[in-house]
């Protein structure tokens, strides 16, 4: 069926929609509609070199631009292949026994701390349970919604779908780590980069755990060439959010308050067929209380947004 168990699963929805990859609209992961940088293609050409050289074991140069733009020490700052890089590990290097998380959620983390031991004490809304740590994200996915982290509490802050200006103006909370991923923002999932932002003995604790070396050599050059377009892409972020938005109010779905690269939504009548049309949407089966409910990424070109806009329309 077209219930896939995670965004992004462009081969698999390709056999099982007997079409070419290239054929789907993917607005299942929250990708920046944008796509890659335009000028990536010719940089990868004039970098390959670098692919026959091991990453620095320290993520330079990228550790140091980005600790530069994040305004914390280098000291302060791991790269990773990912923000996944880092959740794989992180219970297992901070010891903690017991995680509190507001659901329904990323299911990573959840999938991640069981496997290390650690019980997952899941919660639907207010204070979050007493616990040894405690994981949110924001903005929120699978819902867009952004929330503070509470005072005088351990734990993680995912800021994956963050606008970049506002993990600048971000403070470094004592006892929390903070995780990213800048595939999302500069549309580069293939290339897997990610940081760690946290107090030095926690990024002592979590280096124990990762591999020597966290990241590619590419992306590790790479991303100081990414970090000036980071403004220019949040606005055309918040422009396409609203043009879904109010396509979707057209078309009269219920949507969810967002400040992420998708929108939670649902139809009031029955739900289009978007894998006739080749169109990749996140579902959650593994959450009952999102029955119905799907979520959407930002189109980008022109095509895409008739696309997605002939599919609404039953």
Same mark, same amino acid.
């Given at each position: 069926g077209n219930?896939?168990?995670?965004?992004?699963?462009? +081969?698999? /929805?390709?056999? $099982?929609? *007997?079409?070419?990859?290239d054929a789907i609209l993917d607005l299942s992961t929250g990708l920046h509609p944008a796509g890659p940088p335009s000028w990536l293609n010719i940089w990868l050409r004039e970098h390959a070199a670098l692919a026959g050289r091991y990453p620095d074991t320290n993520g330079e140069p990228a550790r140091s631009a980005l600790a530069e733009a994040l305004a914390v020490a280098p000291e302060q700052v791991v790269i990773t292949a990912g923000a996944q890089a880092v959740i794989e590990v992180i219970f297992q290097a901070m010891?903690?026994?017991?995680?509190?998380?507001?659901?329904?959620?990323?299911?990573?983390?959840?999938?991640?701390? +069981?496997? /290390?031991?650690? $019980?997952? *004490?899941?919660?639907?809304?207010?204070?979050?349970?007493a616990a040894d740590a405690l994981w949110l994200t924001t903005p929120d996915n699978p819902s867009g919604r952004s929330d503070l982290f509470p005072p005088d509490i351990t734990?993680?802050?995912?800021?994956?779908?963050?606008?970049?200006?506002?993990?600048?103006?971000?403070?470094?909370?004592?006892?929390?780590?903070?995780?990213?991923?800048?595939?999302?923002?500069?549309?580069?999932?293939?290339l897997r980069l990610g940081y760690v932002i946290a107090e030095t003995d926690l990024i002592a604790r979590l280096r124990r755990w990762l591999p020597p070396w966290p990241a590619s050599t590419l992306a590790q050059h790479l991303l100081p060439a990414l970090l000036p377009e980071a403004d220019a892409r949040d606005h055309?972020?918040?422009?396409?959010?609203?043009?879904?938005?109010?396509?979707?109010?057209?078309?009269?779905?219920?949507?969810?308050?967002s400040e992420a690269s998708f929108l939670l939504a649902r139809p009031n009548g029955p739900m289009p067929d978007f894998a006739s049309r080749c169109i990749l949407v996140?579902?959650?089966p593994e959450w009952p209380q999102l029955a119905g409910w799907i979520r959407i990424g930002l189109p980008g070109s022109k095509q895409d947004w008739q696309r997605?806009?002939?599919?609404?329309t039953l």
């Open positions: 219930l896939l168990p995670h965004g992004g699963g462009i +081969e698999a /929805a390709a056999a $099982a929609w *007997r079409c070419d990859p010891g903690w026994r017991s995680m509190a998380i507001r659901t329904p959620c990323y299911s990573e983390p959840i999938r991640c701390a +069981e496997r /290390a031991g650690c $019980a997952v *004490r899941m919660f639907a809304s207010g204070a979050p349970p734990g993680v802050i995912d800021e994956s779908y963050m606008p970049f200006s506002d993990r600048q103006s971000a403070a470094l909370q004592t006892g929390v780590i903070r995780i990213g991923s800048l595939t999302k923002t500069f549309c580069i999932p293939g055309q972020l918040i422009v396409a959010r609203q043009r879904l938005l109010a396509l979707l109010d057209q078309y009269d779905w219920q949507v969810r308050p996140r579902h959650f997605l806009e002939a599919a609404l």
